[in-house]
């Protein structure tokens, strides 16, 4: 049995958040704030799948207000929670939902978020595995992990030579440190994704300098 590993009490506990449930709401939150930051745009639809216990209790637990909530950019402790989906729709905004309840999802607190407007679309998906922590395990068909408890540069990029050096250049200027580092791509010349965890959380000079980069599709930086 594969253990789990924390990092402080915090991750036990959970964080301050509006309840009911700190895998059902504040997970939820942070799995659509992460969404939307990545989307980095204003919306005009959100499909929202969600599988297993997410798709059974979505609503008596807050799932659905918490994950439009992350969307529209809300903390896990904002008192505007219960007013995300009126928000939403005053924003104009279209949610649908997607309701899975026997699935295959490999883990019971999954949801599948698309996000569009008329220039882009992005999906993602992300599991909330309790204390309000979360995992990223696809990213636009990309298979990725990611825990999102470290700094994490999120590239999506052109594949095209030199990219990666490029970018490890430019934080190396800054003297960060990398941590971890995942590539991939969809086929060669194509889309890439590159993800980096590192070990400072100062890295807003070195965020303005990978944007000038030529080649690169969109930057996020998640503290």
């Known amino acids: 049995m594969k253990s789990l590993r924390f990092q402080s009490v915090f991750d036990i ?9 700190s895998s059902h709401t504040a997970g939820a939150v942070r ?6 930051s990545i989307f980095n745009d204003e919306p005009t639809e959100v499909e929202f799948q969600l599988f297993n216990s997410f798709a059974k209790t979505y609503r008596g637990h807050g799932t ?3 994950l439009v909530a992350g969307i ?5 402790d904002d008192p505007e929670i219960p007013n995300s989906l009126e928000i939403a729709h005053k924003r104009g905004i279209k949610v649908v939902w997607t309701i899975q ?3 295959n999802a490999p883990h019971p607190n999954t949801a599948k978020i698309t996000i569009k407007n008329d220039q882009k679309t992005i999906s993602v998906t992300g599991i909330s595995i309790g204390g309000g922590n979360i995992q990223v395990t696809e990213l636009n068909g990309f298979s990725v992990s990611l825990s999102m408890n470290t700094p994490t540069f999120i590239i999506v990029h052109q594949d095209v030579p030199g990219m990666i050096a ?10 960060i440190n990398i941590a ?9 010349g194509e889309k890439a994704i ?3 965890e590192v070990d400072s959380r100062d890295c807003h000079e070195a965020l303005e300098d990978i944007r000038t980069i030529p080649h690169l599709h969109n930057v996020n930086f998640f503290e």
């Open 101 to 103: 309840k026997e699935s």
């Open 72 to 76: 529209l950019g809300m903390e896990t």
């Open 194 to 196: 590159m993800i980096i």
């Open 180 to 188: 971890q580092m995942n590539v991939t791509r969809e086929k060669a």
């Open 13 to 21: 506990i959970g964080p301050v958040m509006i309840g009911p449930s």
């Open 64 to 66: 659905d207000l918490a």
């Open 31 to 36: 799995i659509g704030k992460i969404v939307a």
């Open 166 to 175: 490029h970018v490890t250049e430019a934080l190396s200027r800054y003297q």
